[in-house]
């Protein structure tokens, strides 16, 4: 695949009347326009033949005013179709062309020159694809339309055939694996709190509030505290998901070395739970190396678990939303 310009062109297009041809189209790579009263010649070459069927042939300029000429006669949206019909025509290989099917957004490149399909008796305007229909970024990314803006969404609106979206820049940008400015302003700033509140959560909270912020997170996620009873000694926390019927075990800790981990490790298996967690604000070095390496623990047969850092805890915390929270028990 040829590199995409961060420059390119970026239209949307509706392929039939409700996207009734979109499938066809992502299936067999390439785009149909329909309009099939208008003279293929008189779009690609500006050959027309007039009632008396005389033939002209027109100047780009004059071709263009004919074919709105002609739509004024079919629709209240001529400008609108006729700028769409000559964008399909005139467009080059490098303009990015976007489509929404199947909850994600599919792009491509089609090649140089306009066909006519008459395969159907029809006169619809075909161009096929440079390369295919793609549903991926160049990197791999699926493009799925949960993880695209609601600017560029919109367009999914239109009632024409095509248009240049407002959002044509994040288009552009999803397709190539760009990170807008503005975009990375936000994650380094997200990055800056996460760090921050990494060192309010070892700095500043007692293991008493340690271990509240956990429950907390728990509680956010619809777990409900159940008590630990002879527990304690090795569960601080004891959770129970109420949709899932899922119990979880955590044990909660300011500071913690490996040996700390193993020992947990070793007492857990004799309660019964669907997964446990070993939560530490201020691991040892060894063990911030084996929280890197290897978070998970599959602990033989027996239940998995997770051991969470400060890092991971911090990032908990802030997609929660008890980042105020942090910073009021830290004050």
Known sequence: MKEIQSDADVFFIKLGSSGRFTKDCIENNYARLGFDHLPHELCANGEWVDENGNK???????KWEKVHQIQQEHSGTATQDKNAIQRFYEADEQTIWITFFGGKMYWTRLQPGVTKDESKKTYYKIRKCVDSWGKRSL???SLDEFRISGKLLQV???RGTICEPAGDEIARCLIRDDIPGDIQTYEKVADELKDHLKTLIQDHLNPDNLELL???IFQSRGMKRQGVGGKREIVDLEVWNPLSHEVFFAQVKSKATESTLDKF??????????????????PDQQLADRIEYNP???NGNKTSVEIVGPDQLSEWAINTGLSSWIRDKAW
């Open 139 to 141: 990197s791999g990314e």
């Open 214 to 216: 956990v429950d907390l």
């Open 265 to 282: 490790l070793e007492r857990i298996d004799a309660f019964e739970s669907d997964k446990n967690y070993f939560i530490v604000s201020n």
């Open 56 to 62: 002209h042939q027109l100047n780009n300029k004059d």
């Open 296 to 298: 998970l623990v599959e």
């Open 156 to 158: 999914k609106n239109y």
